[in-house]
């Protein structure tokens, strides 16, 4: 299993300042955002013995909008070995999506 714990994440492709920072005890995983255009956010979850991630989240945008959902995280590595997160998430509410999103991990 890989630990996440202190590990840090930004999306790459996006580089919009948004930081997450992971911690893990066991199973249970959770992470705080924030940064660009998100005030605050929050993930919670669990990691498999894969290291895959399913996780809850909410956040708060710039412009005052709540945000809600769930994603499925799958580890990979980059060519260079840094950890890369590949997020497949649904957004609920007003603002409903799906995607699928990467973070990678800022050494």
Known sequence: MINYDGRRFRNPADD????????????????YFAGGPVRRGAATGVCERDGV???????????????AGHTRTT?????????RLREEWERYGSDSATGVSYLEEVR
């Open 75 to 83: 580890p990979e590595h980059t060519e260079h070995g840094v950890l």
């Open 16 to 31: 919009d300042g948004v930081i997450a920072r992971y911690h893990q005890r066991g199973d249970l995983v959770w992470a």
């Open 53 to 67: 991630l399913r996780l809850a989240y909410t956040m708060v945008l710039a412009d005052g909008a709540v945000i």
